[in-house]
């Protein structure tokens, strides 16, 4: 079970990677006029990676919320079926330890488009309409 988190969680991370790659490229205009209206490097990239927190944030959310119906629905069926004491459990610590892997998917997976965001040259940026 733990092999099956591990890649629904690098695939969910390259997925916001992509998304966020794709708003750099969309968005290399405003980046350059903010960065010669006088924005920082540091601006850009905490932009970016509050951008990449906010989507793995909700994207966790989703997939909890859309988990907890599932389970509702497809506990009752297992035991039905099989006859069996079948149960799911959700702890305060399951819930946490998903928000903290939603908080480090979007900061590892977000480093690279925030990076390559902050170091674009203006003049370039602007240029590349």
Do not use: C
């Not at 079948?86 to 480090?104: E, H, K, R």
């Amino acid at each position: 079970m733990g092999f099956i988190v591990g890649i629904s969680v690098l695939v969910g991370g390259i997925g916001v990677m992509n998304v966020l790659l794709i708003s750099v490229n969309e968005r290399t205009s405003e980046i350059g006029v903010r960065k010669a209206a006088g924005a920082k490097k540091q601006d850009i990239l905490l932009q970016f990676l509050s951008e990449s927190v906010a989507i793995s944030g909700l994207g966790s959310f989703v997939g909890l919320i859309f988990g907890v119906l599932a389970t509702m629905v497809f506990v009752p069926i297992i035991k039905s079926i099989t006859k069996m004491p079948f149960s799911a459990a959700y702890t305060a610590d399951t819930l946490i330890v998903i928000a903290v892997v939603a908080l480090l998917v979007g900061i590892v997976f977000g480093t690279y488009p925030a990076l390559r965001a902050s170091r674009l040259d203006p003049v370039e940026a602007i240029r590349r309409e």
